[in-house]
């Protein structure tokens, strides 16, 4: 058995870089490429996956419909986990989430935790405040792989 770790792991070399699949109103599977980074959730630190989002399809799907699947690869290896989303972010309030400079912060979290750097956070920060970027958290609920 894979375990989330083992599954992260995989990206590791591509910054995290891993397949994220939602699901549409109509039932259908809606995916893109992302960086995924493994953190502590923010509120009790049972450990996550974490990315960020903006615009209209992917939340959208994901407040609907939390249940997604993330696929990690590295050649042909690759480990998918499945689970439910948590959304913070402007539009997503969470009551552990105690203001702008915790989401701030937690936005740079996620971001390292996927392997990013920056040389100007506080471009960083200016840029996710005017994309109205969302973190998106995700508690696994099952992980497996081709191995």
Avoid: C
């Avoid at 439910?84 to 203001?99: F, H, K, M, N, Y």
Wanted: net charge neutral; proline share 5%; no cysteine.
């Amino acid at each position: 058995m894979t375990t989330l770790v083992e599954a992260v792991a995989l990206a590791a070399s591509e910054s995290g870089l891993a397949v994220v699949s939602t699901v549409r109103a109509d039932g259908t599977v809606q995916a893109s490429l992302v960086n995924v980074g493994l953190l502590p959730h923010p509120s009790g630190g049972a450990p996550v996956l974490g990315f960020t989002t903006y615009g209209k399809v992917k939340l959208a799907n994901l407040r609907a419909r939390p249940q997604l699947a993330v696929t990690f690869r590295n050649g042909w290896r690759w480990a998918t986990v499945e689970g439910r989303a948590e959304l913070a972010g402007p539009d997503d309030a969470q009551s552990w989430v105690t203001g702008p400079d915790h989401l701030r912060q937690l936005l740079r979290d996620v971001f390292t935790a996927a392997g990013g750097a920056h040389d100007d956070w506080d471009e960083y920060d200016r840029v996710m405040t005017q994309e109205r970027r969302a973190v998106v958290l995700i508690e696994p609920t099952r992980v497996y792989s081709n191995r």
